[in-house]
């Protein structure tokens, strides 16, 4: 089956998705106003099952994968919601330190899907200690179904959920097997969580954020870690805010590097839907563990 990507689907109905998935618009609404995109047989719950992630089609790393190690941890958050679970991956070939520089890698406003258990397995096979904390926690987890965990991130008291990732940082940073160098990557409302935390972590390393909001612009001054953000070319909803906080972060002395990468919409990295851009991910990979090598490794 030939593969759809963003060309194959009307711009508005890319935007409609992106309110869709993230909580704009309801499920109604969304099939109510895709239904004028329905021609050629298809239905408008045709057109949101094609736009929606078909995550064993673009595994990149198998769980099963015997170059790493998984496993799955509980993280005290006395702060937050006392505890959060995280999935953790790192390469089975011993390191020469016996230490690894850690990834906090952050997910989307769906929890710890198989998506980015993924991306944190693709992370260690580039030799990292990869922390994927999934948010969804005290409301039993990802629930294995996009739609419903959409629905139960909006029950999340992000005040709280804010205190887990910060308390899944400082675990990533306490580990044993960790060299305390410690980085974060987050994807959408992940790239917004590594915005914030470095707005809040001193002695983060390095913070990655794809097309994720920004803090407010007095929050720049707080950040000590240089920035790497990826921004797509067709994300007002995203874009808009950033020459306000680009202008804060000059100001601050921030070490940043901004890129956006024309033609390519919002989640363009996700390779489990049509919304990928596989030259602008691959680009934006590249760069970012490039950014890694530069900032954690030592």
């Known amino acids: 089956m030939t593969r759809l990507t963003a060309a194959d689907f009307d711009q508005e109905l890319l935007i409609l998705f992106d309110a869709y998935v993230h909580g704009d618009i309801d499920r109604r609404s969304f099939l109510d106003r895709a239904s004028k995109f329905a021609v050629g047989g298809l239905t408008a719950a045709g057109l949101l099952a094609a736009l929606s992630p078909n995550f064993a089609a673009a595994q990149v790393v198998p769980a099963n994968d015997t170059r790493i190690r998984t496993e799955v941890v509980n993280v005290a958050s006395p702060l937050g919601y006392g505890t959060i679970k995280a999935y953790v991956a790192q390469p089975v070939a011993p390191s020469a330190s016996g230490k690894r520089p850690g990834v906090l890698v952050v997910h989307e406003n769906r ?14 096979l580039e030799g990292y200690l990869a922390f994927a904390p999934d948010a969804l926690t005290p409301l039993g987890g990802y629930p294995g179904d996009e739609d419903k965990a959409r629905a139960l991130f909006a029950q999340l008291d992000q005040a709280k959920t804010r205190q887990d990732f910060l308390a899944s940082a400082a675990a990533l940073k306490a580990r044993p097997d960790a060299s305390g160098r410690v980085g ?31 803090p407010p612009v007095e929050a720049a001054a707080k950040v000590k870690a240089p920035l790497l953000i990826h921004f797509a070319g067709v994300d007002e909803r995203i874009n808009a805010a950033w020459p306000a906080y680009e202008t804060a972060l000059k100001a601050a002395g921030v070490r940043y590097t901004a890129h956006q990468y024309p033609g ?9 839907t049509p919304r990928f851009d596989a030259a602008a991910a691959r680009s934006a990979w590249d760069r970012t563990l490039a950014f890694f090598r530069q900032t954690l490794v030592v």
Do not use: K
């Open 111 to 124: 929890g710890l899907n198989p998506h980015i258990e993924d991306i944190a397995r693709r992370l260690a």
């Open 264 to 272: 390519t919409q919002h989640g363009f990295n996700n390779d489990t």
């Open 184 to 214: 974060v990557v987050g994807f959408c409302y992940g790239g917004g969580v590594a915005h914030t935390l470095a707005t809040e972590l001193p002695d983060l390393s390095a913070a990655v954020s794809f097309y994720g909001n920004h």
